[in-house]
């Protein structure tokens, strides 16, 4: 069992930035990859960023990519996703997830997900 607490949302203008984290309790952060996926109105959750349990391998959406940055710090227990250069459509609610392994973007190898934090860009 592990909880994940989403924060750090809000409202930013377009080319803005704004960094999400991910607070997680229960098992031992360490032994999961983390990821972020996003969702916005009438749209399926699609993947964002993903990092491995020590860090050290990360992946992108090509839609993101070289505008976020996703990282941990085991010893807080939290994955970041620092979001530079920010656009309108990239509006959405952001989630973040767990998985024992390392699956990247497939939405169903994920174990658990948090609630979600509303990040909206404005033109």
């Known amino acids: 069992q592990v909880q994940l607490v989403e924060s750090g949302g809000g409202l930013v203008q377009a080319g803005g930035s704004l960094r999400v984290s991910c607070a997680a309790s229960?098992?031992?952060?360490?032994?999961?990859?983390m990821g972020w996926f996003r969702q916005a109105p009438g749209k399926e959750r699609e993947f964002v960023a993903a990092i491995s349990r020590g860090g050290g391998s990360t992946s992108y959406a090509d839609s993101v990519k070289g505008r976020f940055t996703i990282s941990r710090d085991n010893a807080k227990n939290t994955v970041y996703l620092q979001m530079n250069s920010l656009k309108p459509e990239d509006t959405a609610v952001y989630y973040c997830?767990?998985?024992?392994?390392?699956?990247?973007?497939?939405?169903?190898?994920?174990?658990?997900w948090g609630q979600g934090t509303q990040v909206t860009v404005s033109s």
């Open positions: 997830a767990a998985d024992l392994n390392y699956s990247g973007y497939v939405r169903s190898a994920y174990d658990y």
């Open positions: 229960g098992r031992a952060f360490s032994n999961y990859a």
